[in-house]
Every structure is written in C-alpha cells, then in structure tokens.
C-alpha cells in the first residue's frame, strides 16, 4: 500500500498579497487584485489591467536580506523566494536540511521580464559587463536552484513547464515521488512574473480582455494576466505524524493528461477536461457527489470555459458549486495551479464557497453557472482543482479533509 | 530506483547521420566551426505539408525524431510523453521577442509565442500518436533529459501491465543562442575541429552542438537491447560527490568496478572540469572501455540523451564505433555500460545501463 500523502504548510504571493488571511479578506470583500501595472516595463501597461504583485523587485530584494539595485536577481526568482520563505516562516528548516527532500518547481518562461529589457544587450558586440551575470536567468530553472540555494537547501530538484498546468503538474510530481518512498517530503509548486514577452504573446492571441476577465460569462472575452509564487510543503502521513505536525489537508487524488486534439484549443466537447478529473476522483475514490467544491480553471477564453464549462456539468450535473478566482489574481500561468490548490485547500479548512467575481450572464452553451455568492459555515470534505494548459495539457487534483 | 527502463528503440536527429543511417558513425561529420547543426532529414514522412509550412525547426526536429521512434517500435499510442528540454524552440523565442522589440509591442504573430512554450512538441506528439495519457516537460537545464528517464521509471513503476512511453528531449543551437553562451564562457576561444575537441582539455569551454533524440522505453524487455537500471543528478559536482554516486550504483546493482565493461563519457574538453574528469578516467579498471560522443553532437544541455542515443546503437549491434572509442580496454563484453555527463557548470549525472541476455 503506497504511502498517504498530506500537505501540512503553504506559502505564496499574489497580486493580492502574501499570507492566507489577506487572501480570504479579499475573497470576502470580493476585492480583485487585479490593476494597472506600476513594474513591468510594457507598452500595455496603460490598457491592460494585470495581477501585477504590489511590490517593486528591490522591496521583494531588501524583505528577502539580499541588497537591492543591480543584484543579479530576476523577479522571477524573487517572487520564488518570498513564497518559499513564507512557507518555511511555519516549518522547522532543520527537517529539510537533514534528510534529502524534493524541490519541484514550474515555471514558464524563466527571468524573461529581465532578458527582454537586456536582450539587444546580449547579442551585440559590446555587451555590458554588468549584464553578464543574467545570462543563466533566461533558464527556467534559475528560480529553483537559486531558491535552493538561498535557503542553504540541497534537494532534489526538478522544474517543470507544461504552459498553465506546471505548478499543479509539479504538485503531481511531488507526491508520486513521495508515494514510490523516494523521498518523505517534497516543497512543490510553481514561479511567474511578469513579462512584456508573455503579455503580448496572449495579446497577439486575443486572448486578453482589457477590463475583468469574466469566467464562465457569455460575454467572456479573455483574460487578465497575472504573477505569482507559490508552494506547498507535501509530506509522506508518517513523516507528518513523526514530527506532530498540523496537517492542512490529505492529497487523494491527481490525474494528468492530455487532449490530444489540437496543439492549442482544447476538444470543445469538453472531453479531455473529462477524462482528466474522472481520473483524478478514481483515484482519490470518490463520487462526483462527494466533492464539495471545484476550482475550476475558467480562464475566461472562449475556448477553455466552453471545454472546461461542458466537462463540469456533464460529470458533476450541477450538482457541485464551482468557481474561478482568477478575476481575483490574473491568470498567473506557471503559478495558477498550485495557488489556486491552496485557495481550495483554504475554501475546504474554512468551510468556503469562493465566488466567481464579475459573472452576469449563463453561457449559452451550458445549464451550469458559477458560483457567485460567499458561502461560510460549509462542510467541505473533498476539493477538486483544475489547470489545463496550452498543448492540450490538463492537471486535476484532489484533496480531502484530514 | 528498482524499475529498469527497457529500450526498445530510438531514435536521434543530430549532427552526425544517425537518423535511419546505415552508416555508424562511419565516417563521423566534421566541422572547424564550433558550431554542430542538425542536418534536416525528411520531416514530411510525420508532418502534413500545412504543418510544415508554419513549423519551426525544433518542433520538425524534435515531432519528427519522436514519431519515428515510436515508428519503429512498432508503437501507435504510448501510455506516455515525457521530455526534456532546456531551452525548447530558441529560434520562435527570438523570433518574438525581437518582433516584439522592433514593432513596439504592436500587431505580433503569435506563432513564436505559441511555439516557443517548452511543451508544444509534447502537445504535437501526444495529438499525432493520439496519446492522452500522462504528458509531462522539464525544463532543468543539464538534468532535464535526466528528469524525463526519472519520471519514465516513477510511471512505469505505477503500472502493473506493459506499458510504452515515449521519452525524449531536443534543444536547439542558434547564432544568437551561441554567442550569448559565448560571453558566459561556455565555448572555446579558439575552436579546434570537433573530432580533435577532447585533445583539447587544457583550456576552458566546449563546442556547441544541438540534437533530438527519443526513446520508447518498457517494463517489458522482449525487443530491447538494453536498459537504463538507473539515473543519478549531481548538482555542482565535484570528484567525491561523483565517485559516491558510482559507488553507490554499483553496490546497489551487486557490482565492482570490473564488471564496467564501457564507460560511455560526456566529457566536453572543458579545462574546468578536468578536476572530475581525470580522477574517473584514473580510477577506472583496465577491463574498462571509454566510448565517448560530445565530438560527434557539440556540447548542450541535453546532450546526454545523444549519448545514451550511442549507448543503445551499441547494445545494438554489439559493436564500438571506432569514431567513439576514446581507449579500449580488455572486456570484450558489451554488458554493463556506466554513463557520464558532464555539463559546462559541472552538473553531472550518471546512469547504469545493462545488456539484456
């Protein structure tokens, strides 16, 4: 029998803020974290509105110990640091030092919102020497080996990049590595800031809406690009127990696939998003009934809110509230899966229904709507989170109630 | 790690003929100019003439390199895609970001966009092999091949019946790429011919090379060769943290350092990691052979999936090419192989492979 897994300690940042209870008083006063940008450098910037995280790279330098200016550092990987150093703030580091853990990482497009402002710098002949100690940020995985590395940790490490599925892919990872007894416990999740490259790559797809994104809307027109870190501490049920540590949540269930249909658009109908939290309720056992609460992915584009619309009423017939809280952060691409796992994680210790912000009217294509209202006093048993991701790429997880 | 990974075929897109050649390495390209590319081969025989048109590069090299893999395992659907790249379509990537720049963020083709996502071979793949199985991309510069044989072993150790996967990585070489990696050190100031690069070791970087190159790998070993018993990551690696790991391998597989039979090296010529280098070449018994490659495919970050390429063709036809022979040694067996890569930051991974009987 393969270990149980849990999950006993979170950390992330947001467009919101950091810490969980700034998140549940923006869930409550139905305050989106969504604005114009004051620190990327885009000619959007005045047009778009963007989950841009409300502090300049030399605020997220200086809270971290390290100097500001001209450090070395991405925003990328700053983001990675505060987020992990949020979920070490509640966990003995000594536990992660002592024993070889895991360290699953996602990200997107690495320090892009740096290499594009250094870029004509780089391939000319006369490139600064001071622009030199940025070359390795284009890599993806310069957030996770320079995270590692700033907390004195030595894990095992893996970065992922299956486009809007990373960080729920690398959940994923962390807890079959876990359950194979390769290691006890695992920091997973996922980094993204903000770049000019991404912000007009979704733009020149007219994917983006330039007032709040609307999921689930008939009159949906796209998203709200955002950033953002976050982490979750898995650990194997007996290391927790050891240790006598608070468990937040088990992690049930996790499926991951693919659509195979098309190299961008998911199956209209709806079948990949299906067959994926099908899986993912097999294996955490469950009804579609006993699930109290799905995050849904709804990034509010025509495509994913049909597809992902179809797959929740036909699986869970109405039946089961679900909402998007990315009118509350953006859709922060690398970083959606696993924060949008700890706001389910958070909706279920809390007993909270999120509503979906900025819903008017039923899409015509469904007899299933979002929910729209707070609920508070639920008895949440079992959350389902969705991230499904350009390349047909589609995560579900499941976590259940201690 | 206890699940071996069966290799039932592969398949490389690289500098060398090695993509459905009957020649071996025989005779090897050669080149005076630091630069390996890929030769391009037949990418109609997997892509429709649409396709083509609006593909870039890497997406050919590596759907293609893919596809005949699993072409000629005689597999139509793997249970699984899994890859690994370091810095997947380079040239989309340039492609948009200097759009983006020139155009002043105005009127983009988001083809580069789409294109460059680390996961868009793994979304063609999975669509033309019809695989909606697990489907997973690293992206961990120097280990990110190393990462897709791991998750390759954690998902066939999930499954109790046969299974195939499709397991792979690509990465690509362009004059941007290359001379930005130049001003980080990464290739020779001087740089000799590729076939001479590793009687170049006295002075610091590599040459640049790219490739694809995909595995079907199976718990079930009818058909296979050979298996990969398993893979090590050593992260800034220095002569013990390395030789720990061998020994720790081969303790854990009832070996000794006699029974390797071929050490297959991706030693890369770079004076900075001499200190690795020498003392395993030092250490290893005179039954060893040293096969190596990083002459026949430049230096990148997955190279190493070009290597264990090399590892399997050998295996296969139970023979070293003399272009890879770095020095015989008494084994006339073709039995237990030891992997070794290193990266230009000194990032080093190991893998056991073994003959099947």
Known sequence: ?402 | MTQPLYIISSCAISPQLSYDSEHFLAPPVSTDSGKMYVGDVDYHRYISPVAIRRMSRMLKIGITAGMRCLEKAGVKTPLAIITGTSRGSVTDMEVFMKDMITLEEEALNPSGFIQSTYNSVNGWLALMAQCKGYNQAFVHRGFSFELAVFDAMLTLAETDSDAYILCGSFDELTEDYYKIRDKAGFFKRLTPPNLALLAHYDTPGSIAGEGAAFFTVSNNSTGASCAILDVEMIHQADWTKVKNAIDDLLIKNGLVAADIDILLSGMNGDSRNAFIVEPLLAALPVQTSIVVFKHLCGEYATASSFGIWLAHSIFNLGKIPPAALYRSGTSTNIRNMLFFNVTISNNVSVMLLRACV
């Open chain 1, 1 to 402: 029998m393969a270990e149980k897994v849990v999950i006993t300690a979170t950390g992330l940042i947001s467009c919101i803020g950091s810490g969980k209870e700034s998140h549940l008083n923006a869930f409550r006063e139905r305050q989106s974290g969504v604005h114009y940008a004051r620190h990327l450098r885009s000619k959007h910037i005045k047009t778009l509105l963007l989950g841009e995280v409300d502090r300049s790279n030399d605020e997220l330098a200086v809270a971290l110990g390290l100097p500001a200016g001209d450090n070395g550092y991405t925003r990328t990987s700053l983001l990675s640091m505060t987020a992990v150093g949020e979920l070490l703030s509640g966990v003995d580091i000594a536990l992660l030092k002592n024993e070889r853990f895991a360290f699953i990482n996602a990200n997107t497009v690495g320090g892009m919102g740096k290499m594009e402002q250094l870029y004509i710098d780089l391939i000319s002949d006369h490139t600064a020497p001071e622009v030199l100690k940025y070359i390795p940020t284009f890599d993806c995985s310069q957030s996770t080996e320079v995270t590692a590395r700033h907390f004195g940790l030595e894990p095992f490490m893996a970065t992922i990049s299956t486009a809007c599925s990373s960080s729920a892919s690398a959940l994923m990872m962390g807890a079959r590595m876990i359950k194979q007894g390769i290691v006890r416990r695992a920091v997973c999740g996922g980094c993204d800031a903000l770049s000019a490259f991404t912000v007009n790559g979704f733009y020149s797809l007219k994917n983006v809406d330039k007032s709040l994104s609307r999921p689930f809307d008939q009159n949906r027109n796209g998203l709200n690009i955002g950033e953002a870190a976050g982490y979750c501490l898995l650990e194997s049920e007996a290391a927790a127990k050891e240790r006598g540590a608070y468990v937040i949540a088990e992690f049930t269930g996790y499926a991951n696939t693919n659509d195979a249909y098309h190299s961008t658009a998911p199956a209209p109908d709806g079948s990949g998003a299906h067959a994926t939290m099908a899986k993912a309720l097999a294996m955490a056992g469950l009804a579609p009934g006993e699930v109290a609460y799905i995050n849904a992915h709804g990034t509010a584009t025509q495509n994913n809110d049909l597809a992902e619309g179809r797959a929740i009423e036909r699986l869970f017939g109405g039946k089961v509230p679900f909402s998007s809280t990315k009118p509350f952060t953006g859709h922060t691409l690398a970083a959606a899966g696993v924060i949008e796992a700890i706001f389910s994680l958070w909706a279920m210790e809390e007993g909270l229904i999120i509503p979906n912000l900025n819903f008017e009217t039923r899409m015509e294509e469904l007899a299933v709507s979002p929910a729209t209202i707070l609920l508070e006093n639920q008895t949440l048993n079992h959350v389902l989170s969705n991230s499904f991701g350009f390349g047909g790429s589609n995560v579900s997880l499941v976590f259940s109630k201690p």
